[in-house]
């Protein structure tokens, strides 16, 4: 009788811990009434299986058992030992309003670049809308991420700069790599770079050297691709060490969200798929998407003349565009891109400031003498403007500023 009372007792003591865990869905041979053992940090528990909540993940509450108890036999094909259950950070989330490499339908959506280490298989993107949870899709690679270690100042334009290099340190154990010119030129090796205005440099490199411990040397640039030259202001023209770095290859995803969300402030919550969103391995973020994507590129190429027989100043430039077939060196022309063709022409004064503002459907623009001299009093040899593209659907798109010698 002691020894039955004694069994008893020990078997109370052992069963004074619970647990609460959880595991992926893979784990479906686990049912309640099986002892296992769980191995945390370096200690090993056997505990009995009470309760089973199948869900995103499986959520078990079991009790701890005396560890002398022998394992249950296990049904045919099941496994009755498990690994701990893994433990995921909050991931680190990027969101990057920048337009798309390719031509297509959803050129209005932000990406999504993410890291987690480590990185727990796939991450879920949720929208959470504060009465309604819905799912925006998965994310299923970790993101070449890091922050700059160098300060990123402007560079020249449409061709190669030979001059600038950026040192970027990545997050854990994240490469980089060069590549030829032909590759870069067709597109390889893009990344962005955070402006401390809240936007994107998208630039391309075509050389990457380990200079430290998971930092790397970036040099052969092309720079302010995309027409992402609005990254550069008067203000911070350079973006500083410490700012966001994100490689754009395949692991970043765009966002699913619709047309009608643009300009509206979206909740996201981003976190391993196998647990609830509610969890705290998941990050939440807001964003406004502004549909960078859609908006017309800046026209290049901004010239003037004064007509001899008017005295009008006469402006033209270059159209650019982000349509399929723009980047064709057969074209004679970029597509238009737009429903209708119409630009914006702002005339500045010394200071910036609008003094007259212009529309015009060709990618030409006449201002008068008669409205020169009104602005200025007389008219003038060298003029500041600026033209930007106009979209039905987006509005005005990158505006460029030039200083033209009349």
């Known amino acids: 009788m002691s020894t039955l009372a004694n069994a008893w007792l020990r078997d109370v003591w052992a069963a004074r811990e619970t647990l609460s865990f959880a595991l992926g869905p893979d784990r479906i041979g686990l049912e309640p009434g099986d002892i296992v053992d769980i191995e945390s940090r370096g200690r090993t528990r056997r505990v009995l299986i009470e309760k089973i909540e199948t869900g995103l993940a499986r959520r078990i509450e079991a009790h701890t058992v005396d ?47 993410a890291f987690a280490e480590p990185w727990p298989g796939s991450l879920a993107i949720w929208r959470d809308r504060g009465d309604t949870v819905a799912s925006l899709g998965t994310v299923e690679r970790r993101a070449t991420m890091g922050v700059t270690a160098s300060a990123f100042a402007p560079g020249p334009v449409a061709r190669w700069d030979t001059v600038t290099t950026l040192d970027v340190t990545l997050y854990g154990s994240g490469t980089l790599a060069g590549l030829t010119d032909a590759l870069v030129l067709g597109g390889g090796n893009r990344a962005a770079v955070r402006f401390p205005n809240g936007r994107w440099e998208l630039f391309q490199f075509a050389r990457a050297e380990l200079v430290a411990a998971a930092t790397w040397r970036l040099s052969r640039l092309l720079r302010a691709q995309a027409g992402s030259e609005d990254a550069w202001d ?30 509206l402030p979206v909740t996201l919550r981003v976190g391993p798929a196998q647990e609830d969103y509610t969890r705290p391995s998941f990050t939440t973020l807001s964003l406004t998407p502004s549909g960078r994507g859609l908006l017309p590129p800046s026209p290049t190429a901004i010239r003037g003349r004064r007509d001899p027989a008017s005295g009008a100043a006469l402006f033209s430039w270059i159209r650019r565009s982000r349509s399929a077939g723009a980047d064709s060196w057969a074209a004679v022309d970029a597509p238009l891109g737009e429903e209708a063709e119409a630009y914006r022409v702002d005339i500045l004064d010394a200071a910036g400031v609008v003094v007259r503002s212009m529309t015009t459907s060709a990618p030409s623009a006449t201002y008068p003498a008669a409205d020169e001299i009104a602005d200025f009093g007389a008219v003038r040899d060298v003029q500041s403007i600026r033209v930007a593209q106009l979209s039905v659907t987006a509005g005005a798109g990158i505006a460029r500023t030039a200083i033209v010698r009349l």
């Not at 909050?90 to 990406?111: E, S, T």
């Not at 023209?237 to 300009?263: E, K, Q, Y």
């Open 67 to 113: 560890p002398d108890l022998g394992l249950a036999a296990p049904a045919s094909g099941r496994t009755t030992t498990t690994a701990a259950p893994a433990v995921w950070g909050a991931p680190l989330v990027r969101v990057l309003d920048i337009p798309h490499a390719d031509a297509d339908g959803d050129a209005f959506k932000p990406y999504l670049a």
């Open 234 to 263: 008067a203000e911070a023209a350079s973006a500083p060490a410490g700012a966001d770095f994100v490689l754009l290859d395949s692991a970043v995803t765009p966002v699913g969200i619709g047309r009608d969300d643009l300009g």
